[in-house]
């Protein structure tokens, strides 16, 4: 077997990669538990997977793997969320809003529990 077909075969083995049942298995749970929901994928990297944000309306968030973008768009279309390219949409400003409420509210305790 050449190198090329090798690297065909590995291609498409990773093209069709499910969604690890743990990591789908959170989201679904997460998805079900928040209102409003979103999916946001984020492109496979040299250093991590295809992974995918769920938004909720409130802004929190939560990042897992996804088996590549078209597992991403699978497990979207079974919870009926809509689902987004975060390279072309980018993330929402909820999601960033929601981060920096967190941050203030760390913070807060920190000092509170500085005082004590």
Same mark, same amino acid.
């Given at each position: 077997?050449?190198? +090329?077909? !090798?690297?065909?075969?590995? =291609?498409?083995?990773?093209?069709?990669?499910? &969604?690890? /049942?743990?990591? $789908?298995?959170?989201?679904?749970?997460?998805?079900?538990?928040? =209102?409003? &929901?979103?999916?946001?994928? $984020?492109? !496979? *990297?040299?250093?991590?997977? *295809? *992974?995918?944000?769920? &938004?909720?309306?409130?802004?929190?968030?939560?990042?897992?793997?996804?088996?590549?973008? $078209?597992?991403?768009?699978?497990?979207?279309?079974?919870?009926?969320?809509? +689902?987004?390219?975060?390279?072309? +949409?980018?993330?929402?400003? !909820?999601?960033?809003?929601?981060?920096? =409420? $967190?941050? +203030?509210?760390? /913070?807060?305790?920190?000092?509170?529990?500085? /005082?004590?």
């Amino acid at each position: 077997m050449g190198l +090329v077909s !090798r690297l065909r075969r590995s =291609r498409a083995a990773r093209a069709g990669r499910r &969604v690890p /049942e743990a990591d $789908e298995a959170h989201l679904r749970a997460w998805a079900a538990a928040h =209102r409003g &929901v979103e999916m946001f994928v $984020e492109p !496979r *990297t040299t250093v991590t997977d *295809t *992974t995918a944000v769920m &938004v909720a309306a409130d802004g929190s968030w939560t990042r897992r793997r996804v088996g590549g973008p $078209e597992g991403a768009r699978r497990l979207a279309r079974s919870l009926r969320l809509p +689902v987004y390219d975060v390279q072309i +949409v980018g993330y929402p400003q !909820r999601m960033r809003d929601h981060d920096a =409420r $967190e941050r +203030v509210l760390r /913070e807060r305790r920190r000092r509170e529990d500085l /005082e004590r």
